[in-house]
């Protein structure tokens, strides 16, 4: 048992070392997860429920065709006179008193085509097509919301690797100022250029420069899982990302007005949530014409025979009106509860849009704050750099201490961290606009300037 389970630990521990490595561009990330993502199959699902009961409604307009066969024994005088007209096979002794008292064992096979259609419904049928008809678009509606949400998390998430490999470089840069930063002041100290307090903190700057190395490797450990999520990414499949520039994302100079108009008109859940109301409508229809004239055509053809064949052939064709008097009111109770949840939709509909306008707004205004602070810290990024070279200057002539260089080159880090944070919330923030204003797609990807 122990070698089995020793032989069992070796093999996973095999599989995990050599497990499937793909490579993924944003567009690959994006259709890939159009594919495996759990919500876009529960999309797809939601399609195919919308399709059938379509067809379901199709259905109901169809004629109703069956085939049947019945074998009967009986000594029933009544099913005895019946067997033998239903064959065409009376005769005169067949009304004699003792034939109809005592007409022995009768047996007959009846064979029957049967044909039920109905050619009017009282609008019924009609508009339990139109509800289906919406049922379907509704579905299409919730599919591509549920898409661009899922577009929306997979663009976030590539772009926070972007972004984690951009910080991963930034701090080993660091580290490997303060490695020469280390070695240079104790070079020093050994000569009694410098006191010792020096050497104390060029070794304390470079420990916090490792430590947030460390940090920016499991950023990138936890960016690349986050995008595996995203994705649906199975367990068995490891995520890579080519190296790639840093997105630059323009910025769209549309007004928030523009926006909340867009949103209101092209968002998929909108237009999901208005077909929803339009198909209950027409539920709520068919239910009351249920109650109105109804006309059904019949037809049916039969063989009567001993034996399961075709003989003495019999076929009735007629048509049924029906009107319903009373049914417990339970059409017109139906049609009241339908109405009831067309108007907890309307509801839903007033909700959802004031929710788009917040949305909107959240992410436009997010957007230009990420745009300000992109600006303000690339501007800082410049300053950095010039106070870094003025301070290494200043150092090297002996002007100041090693402590203003480790700060200068500190606030250097802090302000490329700031940028790097600034940019990727302004693509993020760009992806999310763009999906709350219902215009993302794969198609608009290369017009988010993000690296597809």
């Known amino acids: 048992m122990k070698r089995l389970a020793v032989a069992l630990g070796i093999a996973a521990l095999f599989m995990a070392a050599h497990a499937v490595a793909r490579s993924f561009t944003l567009a690959q990330a994006v259709d890939f997860a159009l ?39 009986s000594n029933n005088p009544l099913e005895a006179l019946s067997a033998e007209l239903e064959r065409r096979q009376v005769s005169a002794t067949a009304f004699t008193p003792n034939t109809l008292n005592q007409p022995g064992i009768t047996k007959l096979g009846t064979t029957t085509l049967s044909l039920s259609w109905p050619l009017y419904t009282g609008g019924a049928i009609h508009e339990a097509l139109r509800a289906g008809r919406y049922g379907r678009k509704a ?34 840069k660091a580290v490997m100022a303060a490695r020469r930063h280390a070695r240079t002041a104790r070079y020093l ?13 060029a070794d304390v700057n470079l420990g916090a420069n490792e430590g947030m190395l460390a940090e920016a490797r499991g950023n990138v450990r936890i960016a690349m899982d ?6 649906g990414a199975p367990a068995g ?32 859940d909108i237009k999901s949530l208005r077909a929803e109301i339009a198909a209950m409508r027409a ?24 034996i399961p064949n075709l003989r003495h052939n019999a076929w009735t064709v007629g048509a049924v009106i029906s009107k319903s008097l ?25 909700g959802l849009r004031a929710r788009i306008r917040n949305h909107v707004a959240r992410a436009f205004d997010n957007m230009r704050t990420a745009m300000t602070q992109y600006r303000i810290a690339n501007a800082n990024v410049v300053r950095a750099r010039q106070a870094v070279a003025v301070t290494q200057v200043r150092y090297g002539e002996g002007r100041t201490i090693l402590l203003s260089l480790l700060n200068a080159e ?24 763009a999906a709350a204003c219902g215009s993302l797609s794969r198609r608009t990807l290369a017009s988010l300037g993000i690296a597809s």
């Open 35 to 73: 594919t495996h993502n759990s919500m876009a199959r529960l999309a797809k699902a939601r399609g195919a429920t919308a399709r059938a009961e379509l067809r379901l409604a199709r259905d109901q307009g169809l004629p109703d065709v069956g085939v049947s066969y019945g074998y009967l024994f």
């Open 139 to 172: 579905a299409q509606g919730a599919a591509r919301r549920i898409r661009q949400t899922i577009m929306a998390q997979v663009i976030q998430a590539y772009e926070g690797v972007l972004v984690a490999r951009a910080a991963l470089t930034v701090a080993h």
């Open 189 to 201: 100290y050994a000569r009694g250029r410098i006191v010792r307090s020096d050497t104390l903190s």
């Open 226 to 231: 986050n995008l595996a999520t995203a994705m």
């Open 237 to 268: 499949l490891a995520i890579t990302v080519p190296r790639v520039p840093l997105p630059v994302v323009p910025i769209p100079h549309h007004d928030l007005i523009t926006f909340y108009r867009q949103a209101l008109t092209d968002r998929p």
């Open 283 to 306: 539920r709520a229809q068919a239910a009351r014409d249920r109650s109105s004239f109804q006309v059904r055509l019949t037809a049916q053809s039969q063989w009567f025979s001993e």
């Open 326 to 350: 009373y049914d417990g009111h339970r059409n017109r109770d139906r049609a009241d509860v339908l109405e009831q949840q067309v108007a907890e939709l309307e509801a839903r509909l007033a």
């Open 410 to 433: 500190h606030g250097l880090v802090q302000a490329r961290e700031a940028r790097l944070t600034a940019l990727y919330a302004l693509a993020a923030n760009r992806a999310a606009l």
